[in-house]
């Protein structure tokens, strides 16, 4: 009999947005595949937890997941993490719950934290509606998909790199839309700004850029 591959939210940024079912299951498993062991071991060990620890991350190849997957055949129970919040949304872990899905192996969501779901809640506008897309490309494809969004009759959710930000939040300045910031959520410097899509990137322009950003894009402020 199969073993069971979990799919476990861990936080983002503040530990102890970890639940409780979660922590239960990260103590019963056999294995906890994970983007970065280093990342994985400083929530393991806040919460006392010892377990073997194995890579999967984006540049882990076939093999890697076909080890995963024999494991779990031969009756092993997996922990499937990711650095921050769900995994398989817009991480690798994506196509390994594909491939066990695909073998009939049982897949069990353990919910918790979501970067999107977080920002979306203290928007401050409706958001019974709304469009997710990930990361954007950092070059092809990008300019369509930025033009698509400032389009949009719907808020439009996206994660976007300290590096990239700026260039972002230009591009949409001249949208006319309305923008909400959500910057190193959960963490000490947490940082939400809400606004005309101009005014927020003025509010940015002259920072420092540092943390992850969710952004945001909505054609009204209501």
Do not use: W
Request: with cysteine; charged share 25%.
């Amino acid at each position: 009999m199969s073993g069971v591959l979990y799919v476990v939210a861990t936080p983002i940024g503040n530990l102890e947005d970890i639940t409780l079912r979660a922590l239960r299951i990260l103590k019963e498993v056999d294995v906890i595949a994970c983007e970065d062991t280093r990342r994985t071991k400083i929530l393991l060990d806040r919460y006392q937890i010892s377990k073997p620890l194995v890579s999967y991350h984006r540049h882990s190849g076939l093999p890697k997941i076909d080890q995963l997957l024999s494991e779990l055949a031969s009756g092993k129970s997996i922990a499937l993490v990711t650095d921050a919040g769900t995994p398989g949304i817009s991480d690798p872990g994506g196509l390994l719950v594909k491939k066990a899905v695909e073998q009939n192996i049982s897949v069990v969501p353990v919910p918790g934290v979501s970067a999107l779901l977080a920002v979306a809640s203290v928007a401050g506008i409706a958001m019974d509606k709304f469009r997710f897309v990930g990361f954007l490309p950092h070059k092809k494809g990008r300019e369509k998909i930025i033009k698509s969004i400032s389009e949009s009759d719907t808020p439009v959710i996206f994660y976007e790199s300290s590096h990239r930000i700026l260039k972002t939040l230009l591009a949409f300045s001249g949208s006319g839309g309305y923008l909400v910031v959500g910057r190193e959520l959960t963490k000490k410097f947490e940082e939400i700004v809400r606004g005309p899509a101009q005014e927020v990137f003025k509010h940015f322009q002259n920072q420092k850029i540092l943390g992850e950003f969710v952004i945001i894009f909505s054609p009204h402020n209501r």
